[in-house]
T-cell receptor, first 115, second 119 residues
Framework: AQSVTQLDSQVPVFEEAPVELRCNYSSSVSVYLFWYVQYPNQGLQLLLKYLSGSTLVESINGFEAEFNKSQTSFHLRKPSVHISDTAEYFCAVSPPSIRASKIIFGSGTRLSIRP | ETGVTQSPTHLIKTRGQQVTLRCSSQSGHNTVSWYQQALGQGPQFIFQYYREEENGRGNFPPRFSGLQFPNYSSELNVNALELDDSALYLC??????????????????FGPGTRLTVL
């Protein structure tokens, strides 16, 4: 079985400041790792994913996440946030499978940006 | 390429009623997963359909049931609604199967959701 823990339910930061959203997971098998973003009153959008290879993955809007197998973590970072980054962020895992597999989500971190 | 769509957008029901939510998968996808997202929580897996058959189920009672049609669209049915069923219901489509490669089976594309309120 897998589980995901997002250590912070809310993270307030000032605009242009750096941010880190923390995520730890537990699994007895290897997993794929994801960060999803949910803007107010919208569905989920995939922000970035780690499947294999380089442990540092990047999104097109400046976010990055690093897979740390020894610490079972997949923290999300951005060096300088913008007001438009205000959203709820979900860390998620999924076991590799030939058939599509369920995604297990954390409880979410609400990122609020102050001007 | 059409994305995942869900209907209706919002729905209000009373306790004990039944509800049907609908999802159209992204073009070319053969797998649909349903998730329940209660207020302030992460989405919880309800079940998944692959080529019209149930392909896994989360910890939800039998009054939550589903269907997948030959065009891979899907329905989620909930009977005997309870107050705790109030939530955002998300549908996600993906391409599963041996020919797709395992990683593609895990990349799911979400619809905007249906917000269900049970009074």
């Amino acid at each position: 079985a897998q589980s995901v823990t997002q250590l912070d339910s809310q993270v307030p930061v000032f605009e242009e400041a750096p941010v880190e959203l923390r995520c730890n997971y537990s699994s007895s098998v290897s997993v794929y790792l994801f960060w999803y973003v949910q803007y107010p009153n919208q569905g989920l959008q995939l922000l970035l994913k780690y499947l294999s290879g380089s442990t540092l993955v990047e999104s097109i809007n400046g976010f990055e996440a690093e897979f740390n197998k020894s610490q079972t973590s997949f923290h999300l970072r951005k060096p300088s946030v913008h007001i438009s980054d205000t959203a709820e962020y979900f860390c998620a895992v999924s076991p590799p499978s030939i058939r599509a597999s369920k995604i297990i989500f954390g409880s979410g971190t609400r990122l609020s940006i102050r001007p | 390429e059409t994305g995942v769509t869900q209907s209706p957008t919002h729905l209000i029901k009373t306790r004990g009623q039944q509800v049907t939510l609908r999802c159209s998968s992204q073009s070319g996808h053969n797998t649909v997963s349903w998730y329940q997202q209660a207020l302030g929580q992460g989405p919880q897996f309800i079940f998944q359909y692959y080529r019209e058959e149930e392909n896994g189920r989360g910890n939800f009672p039998p009054r939550f049931s589903g269907l997948q049609f030959p065009n891979y669209s899907s329905e989620l049915n909930v009977n005997a609604l309870e107050l705790d069923d109030s939530a955002l219901y998300l549908c996600a489509s993906s391409l599963g199967g041996a020919t797709s490669g395992s990683f593609r089976g895990n990349e799911q594309f979400f619809g905007p959701g249906t917000r269900l309120t049970v009074l």
